[in-house]
T-cell receptor
C-alpha cells in the first residue's frame, strides 16, 4: 500500500490567493483527518470525516477554511483567501473504522508558505 | 478539555543509553494513546498504540506503558542508537472516538 498520499508537498503562494490541498487516504480506511502543525501551536486537528461525512470541524479556524470529501478515496482542504498566518505544515491522516480504536496513519504533509 | 504534556522538551543522551520519555494527560477518559516519531521535515510514523484497557505495548526496543488513573504514559527506548534521533509525540483519543490530542513532543538526540 502506498500509504496516505498528499499533494502538493510544497506550496508557496501570495496572500489573498486560493490554496487547495489534496489527500488520498489508505484504501479501505473510512476515517480521514486534517491536521495543521506550527511551531507555536504544535499539531492541531482541523476537521475529520467518517465515511465521507464531516464529524467534527470545530478546529477549522475561520470561514476561509473549507474541507470536502466527495468520495472515500479523496479529500480537499481549501483556504480562500490565504493569509501569511496560514503558513504551516498540513497533514492528512486516515484510519480504519470510526470508533477510535485503531491507529491513525499520516501522510508526508504539505508545507504551505503564504507570503 | 484534554491537555497533553510531554517532559522534557528536549533530551540528549550518549549512544547505548536506555531512556524514558514522559507523557501526561489531564482527562483519564481516553479511548487509547498513540506514540509517534517525527523526523525533521517529515510526517509522523506511528510507533505504538495502547488501548485504554491495556497497560503496555512493546515493539522491538520500544516499550510504552499506560496508567490511566494517574494520567501518564511512558515510552522506554532500550540501547539507544543515533538513528533514534527524532521528535517523539504522544497523543490521546477521547471516548468520542475521534481526534488525536497531541503533546508538544520531546526532541531526542542520541550522540555517537
Amino acid at each position: 500500500d502506498a500509504g496516505v498520499i498528499q499533494s502538493p508537498r510544497h506550496e508557496v503562494t501570495e496572500m489573498g490567493q486560493e490554496v487547495t490541498l489534496r489527500c488520498k487516504p489508505i484504501s479501505g480506511h473510512n476515517s480521514l483527518f486534517w491536521y495543521r502543525q506550527t511551531m507555536m501551536r504544535g499539531l492541531e486537528l482541523l476537521i475529520y470525516f467518517n465515511n465521507n461525512v464531516p464529524i467534527d470541524d470545530s478546529g477549522m479556524p475561520e470561514d476561509r477554511f473549507s474541507a470536502k470529501m466527495p468520495n472515500a478515496s479523496f479529500s480537499t482542504l481549501k483556504i480562500q483567501p490565504s493569509e501569511p498566518r496560514d503558513s504551516a505544515v498540513y497533514f492528512c491522516a486516515s484510519r480504519i473504522g470510526a470508533s477510535g480504536s485503531s491507529e491513525q496513519y499520516f501522510g508526508p504533509g504539505t508545507r504551505l508558505t503564504v507570503t | 478539555k484534554q491537555e497533553v504534556t510531554q517532559i522534557p522538551a528536549a533530551l540528549s543522551v550518549p549512544e547505548g543509553e536506555n531512556l524514558v520519555l514522559n507523557c501526561s494527560f489531564t482527562d483519564s477518559a481516553i479511548y487509547n494513546l498513540q506514540w509517534f516519531r517525527q523526523d525533521p521535515g517529515k510526517g509522523l510514523t506511528s510507533l505504538l498504540l495502547i488501548q485504554s484497557s491495556q497497560r503496555e505495548q512493546t515493539s522491538g526496543r520500544l516499550n510504552a506503558s499506560l496508567d490511566k488513573s494517574s494520567g501518564r504514559s511512558t515510552l522506554y527506548i532500550a540501547a539507544s542508537q543515533p538513528g533514534d534521533s527524532a521528535t517523539y509525540l504522544c497523543a490521546t483519543v477521547g471516548n468520542q472516538g475521534g481526534k488525536l490530542i497531541f503533546g508538544q513532543g520531546t526532541e531526542l538526540s542520541v550522540k555517537p
